[in-house]
T-cell receptor, first 113, second 114 residues
Framework: AQSVTQLDSHVSVSEGTPVLLRCNYS??????LFWYVQHPNKGLQLLLK??????LVKGINGFEAEFKKSETSFHLTKPSAHMSDAAEYFC???????????FGTGTRLKVLA | DTGVSQDPRHKITKRGQNVTFRCDPI?????LYWYRQTLGQGPEFLTY????????KSRLLSDRFSAERPKGSFSTLEIQRTEQGDSAMYLC????????????FGPGTRLTVT
């Protein structure tokens, strides 16, 4: 069975400081991993995806994530937070013969002025 | 707009009534997915189609729920005899065929059962 655990339900950072959103995964097979962002009253938007190519994945809006198999982690980072980054972020795993997504419970990012 | 669209965006219904939601995927996508998201939770998988074939269903999809994709294009999700526990955001997504194709999500239909 596959699963993801988002280690923080809420994260607060000051504008201009780094962002770290943590995600651990569990998968019997080589997984595909994704990060999605959900702004209030808007649909889920893909930030980035890992598909067994490069372990450091760059996404949109300056976000990146590193796949670490030894730690079963796929943490999302951004060097400098912007007010517009305030949203809910979901870590997602897929694979193992199914195309459905398994979502984490989400991390709400708050950016302080 | 060439994204995934869903209709209606909001639905309020009384307990026991039937409701139907529609999803129009991105035109060249042959996979279509339904998810349910309750407040404060991540979306949960309900079912998915490849073309018109329904290939996987979650145990969450009780016999009151039925989904169709008759011509491999748009899809409908029907809930019969709605219950208050059905109140949620129902999300539709579509993707190309391929092992690692990302899913593109619609804005969702928010269902409130009173």
């Amino acid at each position: 069975a596959q699963s993801v655990t988002q280690l923080d339900s809420h994260v607060s950072v000051s504008e201009g400081t780094p962002v770290l959103l943590r995600c651990n995964y569990s998968s019997s097979y080589s997984p595909s991993l994704f990060w999605y962002v959900q702004h209030p009253n808007k649909g889920l938007q893909l930030l980035l995806k890992y598909t067994s190519a490069a372990t450091l994945v760059k996404g949109i809006n300056g976000f990146e994530a590193e796949f670490k198999k030894s730690e079963t982690s796929f943490h999302l980072t951004k060097p400098s937070a912007h007010m517009s980054d305030a949203a809910e972020y979901f870590c997602v795993v897929s694979g193992s013969g199914t195309y459905k997504y398994i979502f984490g419970t989400g991390t709400r990012l708050k950016v302080l002025a | 707009d060439t994204g995934v669209s869903q209709d209606p965006r909001h639905k309020i219904t009384k307990r026991g009534q039937n409701v139907t939601f529609r999803c129009d995927p991105i035109s060249e996508h042959n996979r279509l997915y339904w998810y349910r998201q309750t407040l404060g939770q991540g979306p949960e998988f309900l079912t998915y189609f490849q073309n018109e074939a329904q290939l996987e269903k979650s145990r969450l999809l009780s016999d009151r729920f039925s989904a169709e994709r008759p011509k491999g294009s748009f899809s409908t999700l029907e809930i019969q005899r709605t219950e208050q526990g059905d109140s949620a955001m129902y999300l539709c997504a579509s993707s190309l065929e391929g092992r690692v194709s990302e899913q593109y999500f619609g804005p969702g239909t928010r269902l409130t059962v009173t």
